[in-house]
């Protein structure tokens, strides 16, 4: 039986009468959403990001040299590619997660675009990129290491070099099966990283299918990595490794070059051997504890030239203080090669000690800059989407350092973007005067409010005035 359109009236004015009542006794938020306000951003740092890279020249320096063989196209390879590096510093984890920010009116007038690319765009993109691409992408990341220079001190600098397997899941171009510690038996890529060093600045990266190792192709990267570093202003020193670049042809290669270096020799038994028979007496102790102890000594491997200096160091395993000791001590050996003949094994186990720096370096590539989140099934694709997470974390590393003040420069980028950077805000005209409103109370408008003042003064400081 049909209801009339009057029964069917009251019927839902009965309906709407109780869904209030429900809503005040459960004492309900009663609004409705609407999405109309264009004047909205998900990061209100977001604009100072982009101010920070065009004071530092980063479009410039893309728009001159990254060239990508296309047809014509409503976004130019520099602008896509500035684009990846913005996203990746807001904290987007993956190209198909940045959906959001074509929603974003702020960002988008700020960057002078209509529409923010889709993730097939960037894809597209990435699948053009050549081997000389890969060069391009190395001279601009030159280009930012120029600025560093100019904005520092000339002064001696470390070279630390380390790598990194990506896992990959699926059958990616280039990924093989080889050493890989966290997911064995997975493909995987060999990611090689060097870092400058007291800054943390990646000068250079090498990436290499997974049945690559530490010293696979090593003395070509290495000879690429110290000509990038500008000698007239960083003086390189000191090379630090571990022991997956142990071998007589790299130290070679740094006795060629003049440098000290220091790398963590293998295991290999005959140098056991003869660590074994070092005289306890020879042992020094590095602190009163007497949990580390260090010896120097010369060896000559059966297939070297010669015999080199090392540093062999023991350190106590389990040790507590809780009064019992231990009857039969156990010992963790640490064999250190190197050529600083004025040190003590302290000293050069110290300064070694140094190159967990590089680790902390690529932890942050990980985590904060999501260098593992393999985009597309090509090599040199995966390879350029890479170098533009390396990109990302050079700009951040001297952004932290330069227009940030006081401890937020020590902050990590996830901490910036939990505090800072993805902040929403909403930017009004108040009297002819653009104003960007936040939460009430937000605890931290004081550093938002200084860096369009640091910005002026980094302006200033990269390009003086004549004399």
């Given amino acids: 039986m049909r209801l009339s359109r009057q029964a069917l009236r009251s019927q839902e004015r009965k309906r709407q009468k109780e869904h209030k009542k429900l809503i005040k006794q459960l004492e309900l938020s009663d609004f409705t959403y609407v999405a109309d306000d264009s004047n909205m951003t998900f990061s209100a740092m977001g604009p100072h990001l982009v101010d920070f890279m065009k004071v530092i020249e980063l479009p410039k320096f893309l728009k001159d040299h990254l060239q ?26 993956c190209i198909e ?83 890989n510690p966290h997911k064995p038996g997975r493909k995987s890529y060999h990611l090689k990283v060097c870092t400058i060093e007291p800054f943390g600045f990646i000068v250079a990266i090498q990436l290499e299918p997974g049945t690559s190792v530490s010293s696979t192709g090593f003395i070509d990267f290495y000879k690429k990595s110290l000509a990038a570093v500008p000698q007239d202003h960083f003086v390189v020193q000191n090379v630090r490794l571990d022991r997956g670049f ?107 000690n140094q190159r967990a720096r590089v680790e902390l370096n690529i932890r942050d590539l990980d985590y904060d800059h999501f260098i593992t989140k393999v985009p597309t099934g090509i090599f040199l694709s995966n390879f350029a989407y890479f170098w533009h997470c390396v990109l990302s974390y050079n700009l951040v590393l001297i952004f932290r350092n330069v227009v940030l003040t006081g401890q937020w420069s020590k902050y990590r980028l996830s901490t910036l973007r939990k505090k800072l950077i993805k902040v929403p805000g909403r930017l009004v005209n108040h009297s002819g005067k653009m104003v960007m409103r936040l939460i009430e109370g937000f605890p931290y408008l004081d550093i938002l409010q200084s860096v369009k003042e640091q910005l002026i003064w980094l302006y200033q400081r990269l390009n003086p005035l004549p004399a």
């Fill in 68 to 93: 990508i063989e296309k047809r014509q196209s409503l976004y130019s390879p520099d602008k896509l590619s500035q684009l990846l590096i913005l996203q990746n510093i807001l904290g987007y984890d």
């Fill in 97 to 179: 997660s940045s959906r959001p920010l074509d929603q974003d009116g702020i960002m988008k007038q700020k960057l002078t675009i209509k529409d923010y690319p889709d993730p097939e765009t960037f894809r597209d993109e990435l699948q053009k990129y050549e081997e000389h691409n890969m060069e391009q992408l190395f001279f601009v990341n030159l280009k930012v290491l120029n600025v560093l220079c100019r904005l520092t001190e000339p002064q001696y600098v470390d070279l630390h070099f380390d790598s990194k397997v990506i896992t990959v899941y699926g059958d990616q171009e280039g990924a093989q099966q080889g050493y």
């Fill in 246 to 352: 142990f071998s007589e042809d790299n130290i070679r290669a740094f006795e060629g070059d003049c440098l000290f270096f220091e790398v963590v020799a293998k295991k290999y038994s005959s140098i056991k051997r003869f660590t074994d028979s070092i005289a306890e007496e020879d042992f020094e102790p590095f602190y009163p504890d007497e949990t580390i102890y260090g010896a120097s000594f010369s060896f000559c491997l059966d297939s070297w030239e010669k015999p080199r200096d090392f540093v062999v160091v023991r350190k106590l395993v389990g040790h507590e203080d809780n009064g019992q000791g231990m009857l039969f001590p156990k010992w963790h050996y640490q064999v250190i090669c190197h050529n600083q003949l004025d040190m003590s094994p302290k000293e050069v186990w110290e300064d070694y």
